[in-house]
């Protein structure tokens, strides 16, 4: 376990007023077994897939059990707001850092880019506070045809393929955000 002290100051704090572009699903939802069962399969046999990003306890205990590890898997030890346990993190190293609820911190925002670098192992990012928000920067900074997968309350699982397109969608919400430097 490595817990990273960086000195970015700062954060990213969604505005009440504008959390209701935040609540669509930003690409495709996979909403059945069968429907999961089918990207997974899709995963192992197209090399062209750069990396696999997991946001969420619940989008990476589903790929872990369809035996598929995600290059990045960032997680809360939380469900809809309820504490779970359900995260095997034996096959990562791991990574701490702390993202209060409806925020992107700048210390966050580093340590995904940073660990995106890696291609050599496996890594997880263990939040204190809430994952939720960083799906926009993984997005952001993780290659283009890679797979962002996230949970989508009472819908399934979101699978986001990066592409120009979808950069410039998640750049704009990150636009509707207050930006707050400290120092």
């Not at 699903?25 to 077994?33: R, Y």
Request: charged letters at 35%; aromatic letters at 6%.
């Amino acid at each position: 376990m490595k817990i990273v002290d960086f000195s970015n100051k700062g954060y990213y704090i969604l505005p009440e007023d504008e959390r209701r572009y935040f609540k669509a699903p930003l690409d495709i939802v996979l909403s059945t077994d069968e429907e999961i069962d089918e990207f997974v399969s899709l995963i192992e046999t197209n090399k062209d897939i750069c990396k696999i990003i997991t946001v969420g306890d619940e989008s990476t205990r589903t790929l872990l059990e369809k035996k598929l590890i995600p290059n990045l898997a960032i997680i809360d030890d939380h469900v809809q707001r309820k504490k779970v346990d359900i995260v095997d993190i034996t096959d990562f190293f791991e990574v701490k850092v702390t993202n209060p609820v409806g925020t992107i911190t700048l210390e966050a925002w580093k340590i995904i880019t940073d660990v995106l670098k890696k291609d050599d192992i496996k890594i997880i990012i263990k939040i204190t506070g809430e994952e939720d928000l960083l799906v926009l920067p993984a997005i952001l900074e993780t290659p283009y045809n890679s797979k962002v997968l996230y949970g989508q309350p009472n819908e399934g699982l979101v699978v986001v393929t990066v592409t120009e397109e979808m950069k410039k969608k998640v750049k704009k919400l990150i636009q509707k955000m207050v930006k707050i430097n400290e120092n």
